[in-house]
């Protein structure tokens, strides 16, 4: 039986009730959505200043991961 378990005092919410707390958090993400965080108004879309050197990508990503990409055997992915 599906009510199996279940305590007898459990009250379920009506229709209405579960449509209102839908519309209440609904309203809650749209106010969230429509936020600026702060600093996030320019987006950088200038040419790129100067090409990385391998040098610097190594310090940047550390040496094992570096090597390991470099000498990676899979072929990449067409849609990446």
Do not use: C, Y
Request: no cysteine; net charge negative.
């Amino acid at each position: 039986m599906a009510n199996e378990g279940r305590p007898q005092d459990t009250e379920f919410m009506t229709r209405e009730e579960r449509e209102e707390v839908g519309r209440r958090i609904n309203a809650e993400f749209a106010k969230h959505e429509r936020t600026e965080a702060a600093g996030s108004g320019e987006i950088a879309n200038g040419p790129i200043v100067k090409r990385l050197s391998e040098e610097e990508i190594r310090r940047r990503v550390g040496d094992g991961n570096f090597d390991a990409a470099k000498n990676d055997g899979q072929t990449p992915s067409i849609n990446s």
